[in-house]
């Protein structure tokens, strides 16, 4: 899948983070034995998520593991390094493809995804450190106060930039939840505590 999006100086193509300017390509941080990119969107011009497929070739000895699906969430802190500050994955089956709709990500400590009619919602018990650069970095979700799931056809995710209120959208309504208070607004000024 060609990917090709652009945000300030800064364009994805193809798999490349380059600059606008000229003769400049970042270096950032890919899993092990990625086989496609299958989303990408500048949050802001300084902050990039990306979605990806990876494989797990096999040895004399077997399986290195299973294939992942996953999303990373990538900040730009100097002139051609991005690092990571958000990962999360899952298993997937060999056929599986990951059909990833959407990503929202607050430093503050909330991430966010649609995949398929799915939105996962996960609360950092504290925001992470940046650069989780390491062979494999553990889940945002394994650090989570809170994972809930709300289902709709969602199209995109807004996060305000107070990081107040997430923004789920559909094509023909919108669904509000309050991050601080962990809420969902349910119509006519009521709101449901979110649930695992």
């Not at 799915?118 to 970095?137: A, K």
């Amino acid at each position: 899948m060609n990917i090709n999006i652009c945000e300030g100086n800064w364009c994805f193509e193809n798999g490349r983070l380059l600059h606008k300017a000229g003769n400049i390509e970042a270096d950032f941080f890919e899993p092990d034995f990625l086989e496609r990119w299958v989303y990408a969107r500048f949050l802001r011009p300084d902050i990039l998520a990306l979605g990806f497929e990876s494989g797990q070739p096999y040895s004399e000895s077997g399986s290195y593991g299973n294939p992942l699906k996953g999303t990373i969430v990538l900040k730009h802190v100097d002139l051609a390094k991005w690092i990571c500050v958000s990962f999360e994955c899952a298993g997937r089956s060999y056929n599986e493809s990951f059909n990833l709709v959407d990503v929202a990500w607050h430093e503050s400590g909330v991430f966010a995804s649609v995949e398929n009619d799915s939105l996962e919602l996960i609360f950092l018990d504290t925001p992470r450190e940046d650069n989780l650069e390491t062979w494999l970095p553990a889940s945002d979700s394994d650090y989570s106060s809170l994972i809930t799931y709300l289902y709709g056809d969602f199209v995109r995710l807004n996060i305000a930039e107070d990081a107040h209120y997430l923004y789920a959208l559909t094509n023909t309504s919108t669904k509000i939840i309050d991050l601080r208070n962990k809420k969902l607004y349910t119509g006519n000024g009521n709101w449901k505590k979110l649930e695992p």
